[in-house]
């Protein structure tokens, strides 16, 4: 089964399993379960430094998760900063790294590039998730740190927090739009760009990217075709990614393709892709991980640990045969779909390794592709 045949069964799934009910899917396309309600548990403040400069404004520690004003972001590390006032907007960087910072009633909801972005930790606990705290806004710095081009060193003695910035990939990635509205449906599609390689690369890498969008568009339109617009609100199909790596010579990027065709909800697909800038090679896991010739066992074991709570068995799912991943800072991602292994309440189920876990001490995973 390839990639669009799976995202159509996802959506098919949301529809049966939950049909009926002629609600038009939600612009939050990622989201699948209701937010927890989390007490906030405010510690005391963190001095923070700009390349060694220590600054006026200081962060804080909220649920553990360290906070940075979005002034500092504007006046320190140089980001444009905008309001919107009728959308009660703030946006904060430029470009696919463009932080949006949605503000209502019910917190503030966060998106790059029109991905929306969110991860629970530990304690049901949105490790993502920017608060208005006594009237400031504020970003969590991992944020930065993960999306950003941002890093941090940490003084636990001093309470402190070092940004600086990093050192990435010498290109641009810009985001392309095809659109396939039609009177069935709603078809706006987000993918990336690549300019600043050799033709040669790029040109393989931005196929990679375009084929895949095409390929979302004629499914889309596919389906809306069977459309009954006597009875059934509008469908609607929505992609939009997010850069997750872009440094050491790699690039990672995540998209999401969501789909309304009836039904309670939509669903959601799931698609990471990382390359090699020096040939434009999509890379497997087995080429970031080679240095470890045990890594599926490795990572069997762990997920089976980790995906036990979630489960529709309760027994825990392991790695599957062509395990879904992508890069991000300091390790990688595994990612299952929604409904792969566990209820649609699950979303689509993710978990994080540092490459200290998977790999051979001081080995450099992007040692030949730099």
């Known amino acids: 089964m390839n990639k669009t045949m799976k995202w159509s069964a996802a959506v098919l799934a949301a529809g049966v399993l939950f049909g009926g ?4 899917g939600g612009a939050m396309v990622h989201a699948a379960a209701v937010k927890p309600v989390v007490k906030q548990g405010v510690q005391p403040s963190v001095v923070l430094k700009y390349n060694g400069t220590t600054l006026k404004e200081q962060g804080k520690i909220v649920n553990g998760i360290t906070m940075i004003p ?6 320190s590390l140089g980001l444009p900063l905008n309001y919107n006032p009728g959308t009660k907007t703030y946006s904060v960087g430029s470009g696919t790294t463009k932080l949006n910072l949605e503000l ?3 917190g503030v909801a966060s998106n790059l590039n029109s991905y929306y972005i969110y991860s629970y930790g530990d304690n049901d606990i949105d490790i993502y998730e920017s608060k208005n705290i006594g009237g400031h806004l504020y970003v969590p710095f991992k944020v930065l740190n993960d999306f950003m081009g941002f890093k941090g060193v940490w003084n636990p003695s001093l ?3 070092d940004i600086s910035k990093q050192e990435m990939n010498n290109i641009s990635v810009s985001s392309e739009t095809l659109t396939k509205s039609n009177k069935n449906a709603s078809i706006v599609i987000h993918y990336p760009k690549v300019s600043g390689l050799p033709e040669d690369v790029q040109s393989k890498i931005n196929k990679a990217f375009k084929d895949d969008a095409e390929a979302f ?3 889309s339109e596919e389906q809306a075709s ?5 009875i059934e609100h509008m469908y609607d199909f929505v992609q939009s990614f997010v850069v997750t790596y872009n440094r050491e010579g790699i690039l990672s990027v995540v998209t999401d393709k969501y789909g309304y065709s009836g039904g309670a909800h939509g669903g959601t697909y799931r698609d990471g892709k990382t390359f090699s800038l ?3 090679k999509q890379l497997e896991l087995g080429d970031v991980l080679k240095a470890a010739p045990d890594y599926k066992q490795k990572l069997d074991k762990l997920l089976k640990q980790k995906t036990i709570k979630v489960t529709f068995d309760g027994k825990g799912a392991g790695l599957s045969d062509q395990p879904s991943f992508y890069v991000k800072e300091g390790g990688l991602a595994i990612y299952y779909q929604q409904y792969e292994i566990a209820p649609y ?3 689509l189920p993710t978990y994080t390794f540092s490459f200290g876990e998977l790999l051979p001490k001081g080995t450099d995973p992007f040692a030949d592709y730099k």
Do not use: C, F, I, P
Not at 70 to 75: E, G, I, Y
């Open 278 to 280: 020096k040939d434009g």
């Open 345 to 347: 309440a699950a979303g």
């Open 70 to 75: 979005v002034t500092v972001l504007r006046d």
């Open 217 to 219: 568009a004629a499914d």
């Open 104 to 106: 209502s009633e019910y």
């Open 159 to 161: 309470k402190s927090l």
């Open 226 to 230: 069977h459309r009954d617009g006597k």
């Open 21 to 24: 009910a002629n609600m038009t």
